[in-house]
């Protein structure tokens, strides 16, 4: 079993910052890419950032210049800095883990967190 949780999410007025988090646990062999994605009401689903295991990462064009993904590969956890906020970022962020486990080390499987909710308002 592996899980992701998520934390940090939360009401911020714009031009505020949060950060949010990602842990992975459970019966893991190795983290390929991980990243975070966003849903707002009526929208599909769309990427925000991703990074890869070596450290590169990409961005959406939207949030470029506002928002940094890291991670801690020793610890399996993933964050997202976000700067400078704005009204349209309010989302659903969930985190996302391409996940290689002990029992099926042959194969990566797509994980996802329950999300957490952001929200850029006055």
């Known amino acids: 079993q592996v899980q992701l949780v998520e934390s940090g999410g939360g009401l911020v007025q714009p031009g505020g910052s949060l950060r949010l988090s990602c842990a992975a646990s459970?019966?893991?062999?190795?983290?390929?890419?991980m990243g975070w994605y966003r849903q707002a009401p009526g929208n599909e689903r769309e990427l925000v950032a991703a990074?890869?295991?070596?450290?590169?990462?990409n961005y959406a064009d939207s949030v470029k210049g506002r928002f940094a993904i890291s991670r801690d590969n020793a610890k399996n956890t993933v964050s997202l800095q976000m700067n400078s906020l704005k009204p349209e970022d309010t989302a659903v962020y969930y985190c996302n883990a391409e996940i290689v486990t002990k029992s099926s080390w042959w194969r990566q499987t797509n994980y996802w967190g329950q999300g957490t909710q952001v929200t850029v308002s006055s």
């Open positions: 459970g019966s893991i062999f190795s983290i390929n890419t």
């Open positions: 990074i890869t295991s070596g450290g590169s990462a």
